[in-house]
Structure formats: structure tokens, C-alpha cells
């Protein structure tokens, strides 16, 4: 079993529309969660943290079930400019920072 | 402030060749981290080093071999490539404060073994 698994989609919606992505993760020792957006061809770039008690930044807004091992991304009114790759990230609080991450999930946006 | 620079962008290889990719960040941060990343599976760690003068293993190190040069630089080998080492490798190097981090990538390189 992967330690951090999203649905691959590829997710196709009409500009405007609401989506949200799932991802869940197996390691409880998981500490600090992120969602990266990849645009094709490109490096992951941080699209925001995850905190426990839940952050939104601007149409973006994110969530943490701990006791479900659980994270969840919702884009409102979502742009064409929103197409890419959303990848769920995981890591434990040690010193290494090392990052797990999710295989992501395709988001296509139509006019 | 160039943020994490890598070289070289694309590079085809024989089978047995080698090569070094490199990279290098000038946003003074300690710890550097090798990925690769291959269709339909998330990016994997080759191998990361914590500070200057420290290298670990990660996920899928076999293959491959690392210098950290520097605080600047962190090199990744291929001493002999395989058709299965074709992938895109990302280097990153990581921002901490506190509880927050936050990884930045490079552009990525490349690597087709034939």
C-alpha cells in the first residue's frame, strides 16, 4: 500500500465549478501535510500547508481529519488557469524534512 | 536569487554511461533532497543530505551516488545508467521556520537512457 494515495482522476470540469480532491495517508507518526501543484513539465510548487484546524487561502480551502488520516483540497469557481497536477505531501517532524508524496491528481478546467 | 538551479535540462544516454547532474540553491538552506519522479507515480527520494557534509539514502537510492560539494551545491551520479534510471529528476532544497517548511524545486532534468 502506497503511504500517501490520491485518485489519479484526470478530474474535467467547467470553469466556475466547485471540485475537491481527497488524499489519505497510512503513516500516523505524519506530521506536517501540503498540497504542491505541477504544471506539465514543470517542478512542484507549494500551493499551501494543511493545518489541523483547517486554512483557506482565497478559492482554496484545506482540511485535516487526523483520526481518519485524511487531507482534502476544495476549489471554488475554479479558472482554466487551475488545470495542473495536485499532489497530497506528508512528512514527519524529524530533522530530515523528507517528504512523502502522492502520485496527484489531474485537474482539467473547460471553458 | 535564482532559487534552485539544475544542469543539465535534457541529456540522453547509452546504457553503462555515466553522468553527474547538478544543482545548486542560493537560498542558504541546509538541507538538499534528490527526487525522481516517472508517469503515475508521485516523486521518490534517491537520496537527501541534512547539511553540509551529510548525505542519507532514501527510497529508491540504488543506482546512484551524491556529493554534497558544499552548503551551495549537491551533485547526483550515475556511474553506470540503465534504461530503467529514464525519469525526470528534480533537485530541492528546504526553508524551515519554526513548525512551517516549505521545499523548492528545481526545473528538473531530463534523463533518457537508451
Known amino acids: 500500500r502506497k503511504e500517501v494515495e490520491q485518485d489519479p482522476g484526470p478530474f474535467n470540469v467547467p470553469e466556475g465549478a466547485t471540485v475537491a480532491f481527497n488524499c489519505t495517508y497510512s503513516n500516523s507518526a505524519s506530521q506536517s501535510f501540503f498540497w504542491y501543484r505541477q504544471d506539465c513539465r514543470k517542478e512542484p510548487k507549494l500551493l499551501m500547508s494543511?493545518?489541523?484546524s483547517g486554512n483557506e487561502d482565497g478559492r482554496f480551502t484545506a482540511q485535516l481529519n487526523r483520526a481518519s488520516q485524511y487531507i482534502s483540497l476544495l476549489i471554488r469557481d475554479s479558472k482554466l488557469s487551475d488545470s495542473a497536477t495536485y499532489l497530497c505531501?506528508?512528512?514527519?517532524?524529524?530533522?530530515?524534512?523528507?517528504?512523502?508524496f502522492g502520485s496527484g491528481t489531474r485537474l482539467l478546467v473547460r471553458p | 536569487n535564482a532559487g534552485v538551479t539544475q544542469t543539465p535540462k535534457f541529456q540522453v544516454l547509452k546504457t553503462g554511461q555515466s553522468m553527474t547532474l547538478q544543482c545548486a540553491q542560493d537560498?542558504?538552506?541546509?538541507?538538499m533532497y534528490w527526487y525522481r519522479q516517472d508517469p503515475g507515480m508521485g516523486l521518490r527520494l534517491i537520496y537527501y543530505s541534512a547539511s553540509e557534509g551529510t548525505t542519507d539514502k532514501g527510497e529508491v537510492p540504488n543506482g546512484y551516488n551524491v556529493s554534497r560539494l558544499n552548503k551551495r551545491e549537491f551533485s547526483l551520479r550515475l556511474e553506470s545508467a540503465a534504461p530503467s534510471q529514464t525519469s525526470v529528476y528534480f533537485c530541492a532544497s528546504i526553508w524551515t521556520s519554526g513548525s512551517r517548511n516549505e521545499q523548492f524545486f528545481g526545473p528538473g532534468t531530463r534523463l533518457t537512457v537508451l
Open positions: 537560498m542558504n538552506h541546509n538541507s
Open positions: 505531501v506528508v512528512n514527519k517532524r524529524d530533522s530530515s524534512y523528507k517528504l512523502i
Open positions: 494543511v493545518y489541523s
